[in-house]
């Protein structure tokens, strides 16, 4: 059985990532698996308005989005 890789995630999909930079509303992060950059928006990562998106998120790290 062969596995077809797709080009994006569809949504509402997890997806790995890694963390390449903060900025003031959201991160820029590395889809590992689709060898790809995308932005998550700050109220996409964070739960309450009382919390940063650093409380969150680390520049490097990988994590599930």
């Known amino acids: 059985m062969k596995l077809v890789r ?3 995630p569809d949504v509402g999909e997890l997806v790995i ?6 900025a003031e509303h959201g991160a820029y992060v590395y ?8 932005f998550a928006p ?3 990562i964070i739960q309450s308005w009382f919390h940063t ?3 969150y998120v680390k520049e ?5 989005f």
């Not at 990532?17 to 903060?22: E, F, P, Q, S, Y």
């Not at 889809?31 to 995308?38: N, P, V």
């Not at 490097?60 to 599930?64: I, L, P, R």
């Open 31 to 38: 889809l590992d698996e689709y060898d790809l950059e995308a």
């Open 6 to 8: 797709k080009e994006f």
């Open 42 to 44: 700050t109220q996409e």
């Open 60 to 64: 490097g790290n990988k994590t599930v």
């Open 53 to 55: 998106i650093r409380d």
């Open 17 to 22: 990532g890694t963390v390449k930079k903060i």
